[in-house]
């Protein structure tokens, strides 16, 4: 009733093929803002074509791992690479360039230029390059016609791209991230909370997009603190715990009574 059309929350999708490592992280260290080690020696990879999920309750160091794969934050000790580069602590804009697309967990802090248009928050990280610069120089029209694209493949609802983001519901102002990074060329994409506080149709079609982006190869972290979601979509899961990744199941025979209790004891012995 709320979107006027059947919504399906069960993820269609098929198996994984997952093809060469795009993401490699090896024992990361990060501080809290209070400098308390929270993320404390993770090691995991990512593939081109499948999505790595990542489970774990609230406050278990998943926001700080996720600021320190973009950028955000600097890790204390540890490795990043990215297609075998060491890119530990490079800033966002230089992973941008390699191809890393980021899903903030917090739309409006993190995503948009509130007060911006839409159709300049759709270029946000891709002003500086032609067609959208020229010597310095903004050019308008190609702004503009990028978000004429860009609005209705993404189902944005708004009656133009000229509007404030501010303007939007939740939904469609998560459309415009998804649009945003999704139609870059990247090759690993970073899902910090994608659904977090959305209407289920915006829910169904960001699942998709998701899972069509791994099927067309890129490697997707996937970061949430809904279980459902994690479940429905991640082909492995890794399960955080007091900072540390305790477990790395398959996802398509874990079971969600299995992966609760080990995130609520940190015992991957516990559900066996």
């Known amino acids: 009733m709320m979107v006027g059309r059947e919504v399906s929350l069960i993820v269609d999708k098929g198996p ?50 996720v600021e320190a794969l973009n950028g955000l934050r600097r890790s204390r000790t540890g490795i990043v ?21 980021y899903i903030p967990g917090d739309r409006q802090r993190y995503g948009l230029v509130l007060p911006y248009p839409i159709e300049d928050n759709l ?10 610069s020229r010597r310095g120089i903004i050019n308008e029209k190609a702004i503009t016609e990028h978000a004429k694209r860009l609005i209705p493949e993404f189902d944005i609802r708004t009656p133009s791209g000229s509007v404030p ?5 939740g939904g469609n102002q998560q459309k415009v991230i998804v649009a945003r990074e999704f139609s870059r060329d990247i090759s690993l994409l970073v899902a910090d909370q994608p659904t977090r506080g959305i209407d289920v149709g915006s829910i169904e079609f960001i699942h998709k997009q998701i899972v069509a982006k791994r099927d067309a190869g890129t490697a997707v972290l996937l970061v949430s603190a809904e279980l ?13 715990y007091r900072g540390r990744l ?27």
């Open 16 to 65: 994984a093929h997952p093809g060469d490592v795009v993401l490699e992280v090896e024992d990361l260290r990060v501080a809290d803002d209070r400098g308390t080690i929270v993320v404390d020696g993770p090691s995991f990879q990512v593939r081109a074509g499948e999505i790595f999920g990542i489970a774990g309750v609230a406050g278990n160091g998943q926001d700080e791992l």
């Open 81 to 101: 690479r990215l297609r075998g580069q060491d890119v530990t602590n490079h800033s966002s804009r230089e992973l941008s360039e390699r191809g890393v697309a």
């Open 123 to 132: 270029v946000l990280t891709d002003y500086y390059h032609a067609p959208f």
């Open 165 to 169: 983001a501010s303007t939007l519901s």
């Open 228 to 240: 459902d979601e994690i479940m429905e979509l991640s082909d492995r899961i890794g399960v955080m």
């Open 246 to 272: 305790v477990a790395i199941l398959d996802g398509e025979t874990a079971q969600k009574d299995q992966v609760g209790l080990i995130m609520a004891t940190g015992n991957p012995d516990v559900a066996a």
